[in-house]
T-cell receptor, first 115, second 111 residues
Framework: KAGVTQTPRYLIKTRGQQVTLSCSPI?????VSWYQQTPGQGLQFLFE???????NKGNFPGRFSGRQFSNSRSEMNVSTLELGDSALYLC??????????????FGQGTRLTVV | SQKIEQNSEALNIQEGKTATLTCNYT??????LQWYRQDPGRGPVFLLL?????KEKRKERLKVTFDTTLKQTLFHITASQPADSATYLC??????????FGTGTSLTVIP
């Protein structure tokens, strides 16, 4: 079956702009979680959605938000972009709510560069 | 919050040997520990999950142990192969469902 699909793969934005990233989970998976990966901080948990509800949230400012649709697809939005938001953004899907207590399947990520 | 340390940024071993990667955590004992493999330009791939009441878990050439006294998990790859070369990440979560990742260990298996 198809894996986790993230679009777009690459994105360049200007400081102050906003960006929306998309994640389509594996068919049948209702949990989607988002992560930011940078060389300095590593992989950090942003938030998790299950059945359209945000269940858990990491330690990120309110500029980072997300939502999940009835078909389990999820979007992540970052407003008022800062240079430090440049990172690889990964989403992962799971068959059960988590995160961390069940196997997660990651997408290839969206590489965001803020200039 | 939880702090995780992986033993080294890079580890080189000879093909056929056993690679052992270490992950130490501070503060509370996690409910779950996971190990992932990540190749350059790709998302992490799940390898193993171990629960707090389990001491050891195996899958083919992989083994993970969980020592709550030492606050440590060890990840072993036996009979290592060049194809095992990658970055390995440990991750832990608690029952409150916060999820923390280590910064990773880059493993190189030398033929």
């Amino acid at each position: 079956k198809a894996g986790v699909t993230q679009t777009p793969r690459y994105l360049i934005k200007t400081r102050g702009q906003q960006v929306t990233l998309s994640c389509s989970p594996i068919s049948g998976h209702r949990s989607v979680s988002w992560y930011q990966q940078t060389p300095g901080q590593g992989l950090q948990f942003l938030f998790e959605y299950f059945s359209e509800t945000q269940r858990n949230k990491g330690n990120f400012p309110g500029r980072f938000s997300g939502r999940q649709f009835s078909n389990s697809r999820s979007e992540m939005n970052v407003s008022t972009l800062e240079l430090g938001d440049s990172a690889l953004y990964l989403c992962a899907s799971s068959s059960a709510p988590g995160p961390g207590n069940t196997e997660a399947f990651f997408g290839q990520g969206t590489r965001l560069t803020v200039v | 919050s939880q702090k995780i340390e992986q033993n080294s940024e890079a580890l080189n071993i000879q093909e056929g040997k056993t690679a052992t990667l270490t992950c130490n955590y501070t503060n509370y004992s996690p409910a779950y520990l996971q190990w992932y493999r990540q190749d350059p330009g790709r998302g992490p791939v799940f390898l193993l999950l171990i629960r707090e009441n389990e001491k050891e878990k195996r899958k083919e050439r992989l083994k993970v142990t969980f020592d709550t006294t030492l606050k440590q998990t060890l990840f072993h790859i036996t009979a290592s192969q060049p194809a095992d070369s990658a970055t390995y990440l440990c991750a832990l979560s608690n029952t409150g469902n916060q999820f923390y990742f280590g910064t990773g260990t880059s493993l190189t298996v030398i033929p």
